[in-house]
Nanobody
Framework: WVQLVESGGDSVQVGGSLRLSCAAS????????MAWFRQAPGKEREDVAL???????TYAAAVKGRFTISQVNAENTVFLQMNSLKPEDTATYYC????????????????????????WGQGTQVNVSS
């Protein structure tokens, strides 16, 4: 069982930057895929970025070149550095991860290549205004 807690969401102006953090606790031994998703009001959840067990990163086209995902295994933490923010980046950002065991509550499982993401955080809100 793994618990994910996001932080770092805030309100910023266009062109600004934010750094989101996702701290994993519980059964966090080993290296697992971790990812960021986002969901804007009235829209479906969408991929943002993923880092796999080999630290290979992938990004959605909408954020490529502006966002950077990184992971500090020793701290069981994944970060999302967001630069040159745009109003369309406004959303609730969710951290997702692989891990041992099963979630304590029913949760969506999302597969991206070899990564099976079944643990989710509660989300952190990002608002970008012009």
């Amino acid at each position: 069982w793994v618990q994910l807690v996001e932080s770092g969401g805030d309100s910023v102006q266009v062109g600004g930057s934010l750094r989101l953090s996702c701290a994993a606790s519980g059964s966090t031994y080993g290296t697992y895929c971790m990812a960021w998703f986002r969901q804007a009001p009235g829209k479906e959840r969408e991929d943002v970025a993923l880092i796999d067990t080999n630290l290979k990163t992938t990004y959605a086209a909408a954020v490529k070149g502006r966002f950077t995902i990184s992971q500090v295994n020793a701290e069981n933490t994944v970060f999302l550095q967001m630069n040159s923010l745009k109003p369309e980046d406004t959303a609730t950002y969710y951290c997702a991860a692989e891990g041992p065991g099963e979630p304590r509550h029913p949760a969506v499982t999302v597969q991206r290549g070899p990564c099976v993401l079944k643990y989710w955080g509660q989300g952190t809100q990002v608002n970008v205004s012009s």
